[in-house]
Nanobody
Framework: QVSLVESGGGLMQPGGSLRLSCAAS????????MGWYRQAPGRQRELVAA???????NYSDSVKARFTISGDIAKNTVYLQMNSLKPEDTAVYYC?????????WGQGTQVTVSS
């Protein structure tokens, strides 16, 4: 059984920074892609950032130049550094990992950006 556990969410003022972490445990075979998604109330879940095994990254246009994804494939961990936060970044953030033996999601961590 695979489990992804996120941490690092919370309340932050506009312009501030937060760092999300996600660690996977269990039998993940040959991890391919790690990523972060988010879902705001009344909206569909959307990709925020992704990191491939080869080191390529992909970002949503709305977070480019503000967010940075990093991770360690060998340790099944992924991070999201979020800078210059905006109220529109408010959402539940989900960790996602794609491996040869499946696609896995974390339980989500709330990020609220408000003054």
């Amino acid at each position: 059984q695979v489990s992804l556990v996120e941490s690092g969410g919370g309340l932050m003022q506009p312009g501030g920074s937060l760092r999300l972490s996600c660690a996977a445990s269990g039998n993940i075979f040959s991890l391919r892609t790690m990523g972060w998604y988010r879902q705001a109330p009344g909206r569909q879940r959307e990709l925020v950032a992704a990191l491939t095994r080869g080191g390529s990254t992909n970002y949503s246009d709305s977070v480019k130049a503000r967010f940075t994804i990093s991770g360690d494939i060998a340790k099944n961990t992924v991070y999201l550094q979020m800078n210059s936060l905006k109220p529109e970044d408010t959402a539940v953030y989900y960790c996602n990992m794609i491996a040869l033996n499946g696609r896995y999601w974390g339980q989500g961590t709330q990020v609220t950006v408000s003054s």
